[in-house]
């Protein structure tokens, strides 16, 4: 008698092991807590999932504006210049403010004229495209002299460092030498 009831015990045993592994109460696959996809379609009502409120991916950062191309440009600037000519000598600080391609009364640069034409005539001038990898440089030494210019050209932000240790460095600090001014003997 005993042996009757416990193999029933047991088949009722392994059905609610097997519903308790498959995650849903009746053993279906189906959590019968939400309704079905047919019962839902019978409802009238859609059966997408509710959204998920929590995710793990990140939200895009916002994207900076983009650097301006190389050419003419509206020529307005607000600029911060500090030149080191060398690491045991001051560095020189210069304020150069465009409007138009021409110097306001708030500028305080050698060469403002200089200055305001330059970025006029190239807008992109503090903002070059990033050197290649592929893209050698001539081994040479230009001069312990190192620059930074900070502000807005053209309403996009600036923040670009000039240096001469090496070939491509040197033709940056050529390039941008009318804003960067004449300090340091590096013209």
Not at 6 to 23: E, K
Not at 88 to 93: H, I, L
């Amino acid at each position: 008698m005993r042996l009757r009831s416990v193999r029933p015990l047991l088949a009722v045993l392994a059905v609610a092991l097997l519903a308790a592994c498959t995650g849903t109460p009746d053993g279906t696959g189906t959590s019968s807590a939400t309704p079905s996809a047919s019962s839902s379609a019978s409802q009238g009502t859609s059966a997408a999932p509710a959204p998920d409120t929590e995710t793990t991916v990140p939200a895009p950062s916002p994207s900076a504006p983009p650097a301006p191309t190389a050419g003419p440009g509206a020529g307005n600037a607000e600029l911060a210049i500090m030149v080191k000519p060398s690491p045991a000598e001051p560095a020189v600080n210069y304020t150069l403010v465009c409007r138009d391609g021409l110097p306001t009364a708030e500028s305080k640069h050698p060469t403002p004229e200089a200055a305001c034409t330059a970025l006029k005539n190239n807008a992109a001038l503090l903002s070059p495209a990033p050197r290649s990898k592929d893209v050698a440089c001539t081994e040479q030494y230009g001069g312990p002299q190192t620059a930074t210019v900070t502000g807005i050209v053209d309403n996009t932000p600036v923040d670009a460092t000039f240096a001469r240790t090496n070939g491509c460095e040197i033709g940056a600090w050529t390039a941008a030498r009318d804003i960067l001014g004449a300090s340091g003997g590096a013209t």
